[in-house]
């Protein structure tokens, strides 16, 4: 071999080599999901395949590295997990308990047969600021904090005004209602659109529970739209008890009917329904709900206003929510703001309609369930009070 040919491909084995070590980076997250009193998922991104593991440590006064910490890693049927996609479930955790941690991903160049190469590892910061942090929920709180915003569709300012008010060490979760974007057409819009701004505020250490909304249900990313939200009950549809307050978190569907033009055929919204009403029987027979101060529910179109989707919810979930004592529905999609009042023969609960401006904001104790509506300055433009069901 000439001296050239051998001078280019040591060039050429450069270049790959250093390709191959071009530092791996996380690109968005990480975030908190499905998080009760034993458990939490940890949810984060980064720029190229890669295992990925979670490091926790209690909050004492130790450094975080002060002796080796477990690790959790994202694995599925055996295997750790190779993926752009990091999603940590961490399991038999303390109640109350407050645990710091740390995420990891390792590179993944190549696997062939039972060789895997792997590159260079990156995770978040604990050096030079603190780690970050999340507490358990505790099955004998007695009060609680949270908020509700919707229908922002990628109006990160808006967002910004109305979290921004909150006191966040006495903020205990957040609701996002629906249709936070327009639609849903790749990883990086989902997350410009409002899951960035929402991990910058609040989303890494205090959790945000998700209420998909008809807008979320668009776009060709869509179907990816559960990947980045797991919950505890495997569906986009749950229940949990947080303190005094249960709340049934509920998937709307479309708005329309299945065959319109607008979804393409690519929606079957009402089989989708009646399997969630299935659900939703046994779901409200569950001790956390029947014992419950409080019986919330949280889904993004009300059960009125004439559209299909709209009276899909009111036929297949109002009367088993009437039977069950559900005290409230928080809604939004109107994109204005409404409170109606039970109605004897329809729903025997009130509705709250939060506008696409506005923030729900709520405390709830032994004595009452107080719900105000905040607009961007701050200002309370309504409330509602409930009061324990038993």
């Known amino acids: 071999m000439n001296k050239s040919v051998c001078f280019l491909l040591c060039c050429f084995l450069n270049v790959t080599v250093c390709i191959a070590q071009t530092k791996i980076s996380i690109t968005h997250g990480p975030y908190l999901q499905a998080l009760h009193d034993t458990g939490v998922t940890i949810v984060w991104t980064t720029d190229k395949d890669a295992v990925g593991w979670v490091e926790l440590a209690p909050d004492d006064s130790t450094h975080f590295y002060r002796e080796e910490r477990p690790k959790h890693f994202a694995s599925s049927h055996g295997f750790k997990d190779v993926s752009k996609?990091?999603?940590v479930t961490l399991r038999g955790l303390q109640p109350g308990v407050k645990y710091r941690y740390r995420v990891y991903a390792q590179e993944v160049i190549s696997h062939v047969g039972t060789n895997v190469q792997y590159g260079q590892v990156v995770a978040t910061q604990v050096y030079q600021r603190a780690p970050l942090s999340f507490t358990t929920s505790r099955p004998d709180q007695s009060s609680l904090s949270f908020a509700i915003v919707n229908d922002i569709h990628g109006r990160n300012d808006v967002m910004k005004n109305l979290l921004g008010q909150l006191d966040w060490p006495e903020t205990d979760l957040v609701f996002f209602n629906g249709d936070m974007a327009n639609d849903l057409r790749s990883e990086e819009q989902l997350f410009a659109h409002y899951m960035d701004t929402a991990t910058a505020l609040f989303a890494s250490e205090i959790p945000m529970y998700y209420a998909r909304g008809n807008h979320e249900t668009r776009?060709?990313?869509?179907?990816?739209?559960?990947?980045?939200?797991?919950?505890?009950?495997?569906?986009?549809y749950y229940v949990f008890r947080r303190g005094p307050v249960c709340f049934v978190v509920l998937d709307c569907g479309e708005d329309k009917p299945d065959?319109?033009?607008?979804?393409?055929?690519?929606?079957?919204?009402?089989?989708?329904?009646?399997?969630?009403?299935?659900?939703?029987k046994e779901a409200l027979q569950r001790p956390e709900y029947r014992e419950a101060p409080y019986k919330v529910v949280v889904c993004h179109m009300p059960p009125f206003g004439g559209w299909h989707g709209e009276e899909e919810i009111a036929r297949k979930f109002v009367p088993l929510l009437n039977a069950a004592g559900a005290q409230v529905m928080l809604s939004g999609h109107l994109h204005r703001h409404m409170k109606r009042e039970a109605q004897p023969g329809n729903h025997q609960f009130p509705i709250l309609v939060n506008s696409n401006n506005n923030m729900l904001k709520a405390t709830a104790d032994g004595q009452r369930l107080h719900i105000d509506v905040v607009d961007q300055s701050g200002k309370t433009i309504d409330s509602i009070t409930l009061y324990p069901s038993h």
């Open 259 to 280: 065959s319109d033009i607008e979804y393409s055929g690519i929606v079957t919204m009402d089989e989708y329904r009646t399997q969630q009403a299935e659900w939703l």
């Open 219 to 236: 776009g060709n990313f869509a179907s990816a739209f559960p990947d980045y939200f797991p919950t505890t009950s495997g569906h986009l």
């Open 85 to 87: 996609l990091h999603k």
